[in-house]
């Protein structure tokens, strides 16, 4: 049989039941305004025509549906992962960056980079049940384990605002590095990790006490400390491991939870903002903002296996496995 | 006696209150740099906004990072005559402020130098670029804004880089014009970059002056790959670009400038910067002199969070120290040298409505951070 008319043979009988564990992977084009869709293998599935500058992204659990902050348009689109379409749109305040889901995904919490707020927006009636005033530009939004707290970052204020949910107030400012972006918490709820761009730092924070337990730092050989800009980060699912993304190093760093050493770097390209992991971690997703591609890493040797371009200023990345 | 105690309470309390974070603002009244200039087409010249409305924002922008150390900044934004500048800073000092914030040209910000000598205050000159300002040492003094030098070292890193080796500079007739060419050719020499020509340039449109009023005999019977153009009031500058003999590109007052901030710069958060400035002034650009009185008070209030409790001195040793790790916006963390207190910042080279390029460019190295290949380093600097 010919090889090209097997390959669509298969793709075509696979497609239909497709709609969960597609393996695909999806990036966000902040200045593309749209989502590229990758196969499995890195060929281009499909590409999504989104509202504009689609930056963070989350799957709901069910992994039917992707959920996309769009910064220019003021909406988190809502994309349908059997059909690859979207399929509805959530009102938010300006520019909304990065978003988290409580955890019955009854309510999103969206950081609005342009109004110094974290919105509570309730998702099936599509309104705002709370604003939350915050530090200037907010970034980074998290949830606590038992979703009972949702930390967020203020780029320009420095620190992690910790809000309580249930009185939608701020109830602790935790000051941290210059210029925090990004958390992960530990699966065992005890650890919060924030980046810090422009002190080049980490801080772990910790969520029994609210303090700082330790700072980071990172320096891939032959860089200076000012060329690191750490920004993106994912934690394994045994919790062991974390991956953080060094910006203008143009590295990604890996980090052991416990012993909180550096395993290694590997070079990946210009601007590396955000990673993800496949479900079975063998491979890491890093999305190059300023290079317009990513890099795919294996996770075993921590080397980078290729880089591919995806389309204008890669923002968020996410497997469906 | 009780009522009284409690009246002393109370002024004493209002007085010193604790928490407040004073930080002083201090202008010119009907500074020339501000002046509303009208050129005969009502084209207005040189940026007609005074500053304050950055130190506002820096305050709005922080007031989160206050909170969380308790402080309370409060703006005393003083404005006077020549004279009365000195008894302004004085006063602002007596009245609690730590930190003043300078929009005051160069030979002014000497004399609020003077009059604050041995005052426990810290003053930041956030507009004057003048060498002198830095080369006089003042041991209370930071610069937030970029010094003459860095701008010069910034268009010449440029210039290196795209191989324009031939430079004609034309200067003008305000007398600061003389000190930007002058600090350009010291820049482009270093650098070894060639000046095939320096010539002036007249308003006076005299025939019997037409070697220095028409732009083709200016620009004519010399080789260049670019011109450089020193013109502070940007009246004749603005006719030259399109206009020179041979085909080549305008740097300097007009075209390619380098600059602080452009509200044009679209990544690491300026945007973001430049749009807040846009929304509190009712839509006015974020000039580079805003840049510099906002990073100015924000580089403040992020030093005061960081060591609280700490008076004016300790924060600004702490500023100038390599712990200090200041945001502007720029993609790269800032902080003021310990030698000069002049702050590091890329700088940008922007046209009116693009950023072509960002200095220190890359490729242009330095033992500790590249930033310092801009400005006036450790080992040439000295004190006058």
């Known amino acids: 049989m010919n090889r090209w008319l097997f390959a669509a043979a298969i793709g075509l009988c696979a497609a239909p039941a497709l709609a969960k564990d597609t393996g695909l992977i999806f990036v966000s084009l902040e200045r593309g305004n749209e989502i590229v869709v990758l196969n499995p293998d890195l060929t281009e599935h499909k590409r999504i025509e989104t509202s504009r500058r689609p930056r963070d992204m989350h799957f709901n659990a069910a992994r039917d549906k992707l959920y996309v902050a769009c910064g220019d348009d003021d909406v988190i689109d809502v994309i349908d992962i059997a059909t690859l379409e979207v399929i509805d749109s959530i009102p938010t305040g300006p520019s909304p960056e990065v978003f988290a889901f409580s955890p019955d995904e009854a309510q999103i919490y969206v950081s609005n980079e342009e109004d110094s707020t974290m919105e509570i927006i309730d998702v099936a009636s599509k309104t705002v049940s709370a604003r939350v005033p915050t530090g200037a530009e907010p970034e980074g939004v998290i949830n606590s384990i038992d979703g009972k707290t949702v930390f967020v970052t203020s780029e320009v204020a420095d620190m992690v605002h910790v809000v309580d949910i249930a009185t939608a107030r701020v109830t602790k400012n935790i000051i941290v590095g210059t210029r925090p972006r990004r958390f992960v918490v530990t699966p065992d709820g005890a650890e919060l990790w924030v980046s810090d761009e422009l002190s080049s730092e980490v801080h772990v924070i910790d969520l029994a006490t609210l303090k700082i337990a330790q700072v980071m730092s990172f320096l891939p050989p032959g860089f200076r400390p000012e060329d690191v800009t750490p920004v993106g980060m994912a934690i394994t699912q045994d919790g062991s491991k974390v991956i953080i993304t060094l910006g203008r190093a143009n590295h990604v760093a890996f980090v052991d939870v416990k012993s909180r050493e550096v395993l290694g770097y590997a070079l990946v390209g210009s601007r590396a903002w955000d990673v993800a992991l496949s479900r079975d971690e063998s491979t890491a997703y890093i999305a190059n903002g300023l290079s317009d591609d990513i890099t795919v890493i294996d996770m075993a040797t921590m080397t980078p296996l290729q880089s591919l371009p995806v389309g204008r200023t890669p923002h968020s990345i996410r497997v469906d496995d | ?384």
């Open chain 2, 1 to 384: 006696m009780r009522s009284l105690a409690v009246l002393l309470i109370g002024l004493w309390a209002g007085a010193a209150a604790a928490d407040d974070l004073r930080i002083g603002y201090l202008s010119l009244a009907d500074d020339t740099r501000y002046q509303q200039d009208w050129g005969y087409a009502r084209l207005i010249l040189p940026p007609p906004v005074r500053t304050i409305d950055a130190a506002r924002m820096a305050i709005t922008d922080l007031a989160f990072v206050a909170e969380a150390v308790n402080l309370k900044p409060v703006l005393d934004a003083r404005e006077s005559g020549p004279d009365g500048l000195a008894a302004s800073v004085q006063a602002m000092v007596a009245d609690g402020a730590g930190f003043v914030v300078l929009d005051l040209p160069a030979p002014l910000v000497k004399v609020v130098a003077e009059a604050a000598a041995g005052l426990p205050v810290t003053l930041i000159n956030a507009t004057a670029p003048e060498e002198s300002v830095r080369t006089a040492c003042y041991p209370n003094m930071l610069h937030s804004g970029p010094s003459l030098r860095m701008t010069m070292d910034s268009y010449v890193q440029y210039l290196r880089a795209m191989n324009w080796m031939k430079v004609l500079v034309l200067v003008g007739e305000d007398p600061s014009d003389q000190g930007l060419a002058d600090a350009f050719v010291t820049s482009a020499e270093r650098m070894r970059l060639e000046i095939t020509g320096t010539r002036a340039f007249t308003l006076a449109a005299n025939p019997e002056a037409r070697e220095g009023n028409n732009v083709k005999l200016l620009t004519a019977d010399v080789d260049y790959d670019v011109v450089f153009v020193a013109d502070t009031r940007g009246e004749f500058g603005r006719f030259i670009p399109y206009a020179t003999q041979a085909p080549r590109p305008v740097i300097g007052s007009v075209g390619l400038t380098a600059l602080a901030w452009h509200w044009s710069m679209e990544r690491d958060g300026a945007t973001q910067v430049s749009s807040r400035f846009d929304k509190m002034t009712g839509g006015r650009k974020m000039s580079a002199a805003d840049w510099s009185v906002w990073v100015a008070v924000k580089s403040v209030i992020s030093a005061y969070s960081k060591v609280p409790g700490a008076d004016q001195a300790k924060v600004r040793d702490y500023m100038k120290s390599a712990r200090f790790r200041l945001d502007g916006s720029k993609g790269v963390t800032l902080g003021y040298r310990p030698w000069d207190g002049q702050l590091r910042m890329p700088l940008l080279l922007a046209t009116s409505d693009a950023v072509i390029a960002i200095a220190p460019i890359e490729g242009y190295l330095h033992p500790e951070t590249t930033l310092d290949t801009l400005g006036t380093d450790q080992a040439e600097f000295a004190c006058n």
